[in-house]
């Protein structure tokens, strides 16, 4: 049974390479976040926690704050994995995730970046394990994720 055109085979290598990740999520999250802040530097003021502005992607990643974020992120993406088969019981939860996103302003043009980090941790993780097809399986996981979290943007001229 196929869930979001994500076929089993998807579901098995996806669940398949999230199990490294998923060991050390901080660590692997971390990566994530580095690689976007070199895609991304614009999004580095984003993020601010009690009003102190990083100057410095290092000095953003160093902060507890930040850390907690990249949990998060992190846990959200565990969600997902953990949901293959029935990645509709998220979208209520992901379309208010990104009301949010977009409530601090982020863009719906930073998902792609995002998605790019995504992929180089996890290729960062596996290496040559990270063929084509676990690669093609998680930009589909990854696009069913971004298409719920954009439901939640308040769209000019958008009728509800």
Not at 81 to 102: I, P, R, S
Request: with cysteine; net charge negative.
């Amino acid at each position: 049974m196929e869930s979001d055109g994500l076929s089993s085979a998807d579901q098995h290598l996806i669940r398949e390479s999230w199990q490294k990740v998923s060991g050390s999520p901080l660590e692997h999250g971390v990566v994530l976040f580095t690689r976007l802040f070199d895609l991304e530097p614009d999004l580095l003021p984003l993020f601010q926690y009690n009003c102190k502005k990083f100057s410095t992607p290092e000095e953003c990643l160093s902060s507890p704050e930040f850390l907690e974020h990249v949990r998060k992120v992190m846990l959200v993406i565990d969600a997902a994995v953990t949901h293959l088969e029935n990645l509709h019981c998220l979208e209520e939860y992901l379309a208010n995730l990104g009301k949010k996103h977009q409530a601090v302003g982020v863009k719906v043009e930073s998902f792609s970046a995002v998605g790019e980090s995504l992929l180089y941790m996890l290729e960062k993780c596996h290496g040559p394990a990270f063929n084509l097809n676990v690669r093609e399986a998680w930009t589909r996981l990854y696009g069913v994720v971004v298409k719920a979290m954009s439901c939640g943007w308040d769209v000019p001229g958008k009728v509800e």
